[in-house]
């Protein structure tokens, strides 16, 4: 995804951002329905040394796309006003919906310097664009519906009970298909073209805004 030194260490400040909000959002919107399981372990916060995972930021450098270390939720915790089904479905989709608030909210910034005239350096604009390409890497990928990405989470929540089971299955052999596509090169196929859709809707947007 970086192609020098440079470029990689521009990058952080994306990683960082990327990581800490997601799983963040995940805890958050589990506290705020009843389940204090993350806060009680020190993941209510938006600290990255507390969410980043080892195997899926060195991923997210050299693919461009990964993952941080799950929040640990407890769905039986949450309030009696709502299925454990759906509010597994909100905390999961909290964490992509964030990277790409975070995301549309990079290039409306970028936007405003622009009209505004501000002249941005190199390193600014390297550090602006891996804000915005890690954060809709992070939702994109993130939403594939492969345990334990979020994606599965919230189709079993939109599933029948009968078809559930499958995901169950899939869940035994998850990592080595995220290994697999990840590292032959497969996810160029279909999520880099699904990055790239939705960062153009993004600036379509801010330009709407902006």
Do not use: C
Request: net charge neutral; glycine share 8%.
């Amino acid at each position: 995804m970086f192609n020098d030194l440079y470029s990689l260490i521009a990058s952080i400040p994306g990683l960082l951002l990327g990581f800490a909000f997601h799983e963040f959002a995940h805890a958050w919107v589990a506290y705020k329905l009843g389940d204090d399981t993350a806060a009680r372990e020190g993941r209510l916060n938006i600290n990255p040394l507390s969410h980043l995972d080892p195997v899926g930021t060195l991923l997210l450098i050299f693919t461009g796309f990964g993952w941080a270390k799950p929040v640990p939720v407890n769905p039986v915790r949450f309030t009696r006003r709502i299925d454990m089904r759906t509010g597994m479905m909100l905390v999961s989709l909290a964490g992509p919906l964030t990277n790409v608030l975070i995301a549309l909210l990079t290039v409306i910034s970028w936007g405003l310097l622009v009209r505004f005239g501000i002249e941005l350096s190199p390193v600014l604009e390297i550090i602006l664009q891996g804000i915005l390409s890690i954060n809709v890497g992070l939702a994109v990928f993130n939403l594939l519906p492969i345990p334990p990405l979020d994606g599965s989470k919230i189709l079993f929540g939109l599933l029948p009970y009968r078809y559930t089971r499958w995901l169950e299955l899939l869940e035994q052999y998850s990592y080595p298909i995220l290994f697999l596509m990840l590292l032959t090169g497969f996810h160029r196929v279909l999520l880099v073209p699904l990055r790239d859709v939705l960062i153009t809707f993004l600036q379509f947007v801010a330009n709407l805004i902006v």
